[in-house]
Nanobody, 123 residues
């Protein structure tokens, strides 16, 4: 069982940056693939980024590639999402998620979810 708590969301102007953090409970953090998804009002939840167990492999959605960076610190049980050059269309609730088995881009690939943190980008 893993509990995930996101932080770092807020209001930012277009072109600005935010860094989201996700702290995980438990002593087996390094055995989980970690990911970020987001859900905008009235839209379905969508994949943002994922990182492998050791951090050696990452996958990004095309919409954030080159602007967002996912990273993890296994010693601190924390995964990060650095978001640069933010756009109004990045406005959404951002969810941290953990998977036991695979580095996936579908919500159903993930086993545990945080409560989300809100990101609002003003134009």
């Amino acid at each position: 069982q893993v509990q995930l708590v996101e932080s770092g969301g807020g209001l930012v102007q277009a072109g600005g940056s935010l860094r989201l953090s996700c702290a995980a409970s438990g002593r087996t953090f390094s055995s989980y693939v970690m990911g970020w998804f987001r859900q905008a009002p009235g839209k379905e939840r969508e994949f943002v980024a994922t990182i492998s167990w050791s951090g050696g492999r990452t996958i990004y959605a095309d919409s954030v590639k080159g602007r967002f960076t996912i990273s993890r610190d296994n010693a601190k049980n924390t995964v990060y999402l650095q978001m640069n050059s933010l756009k109004p269309e990045d406005t959404a609730d951002y969810y941290c998620t953990a998977a036991r088995l695979r580095l996936g881009v579908r919500a159903e690939d993930y086993d545990y979810w945080g409560q989300g943190t809100q990101v609002t980008v003003s134009s």
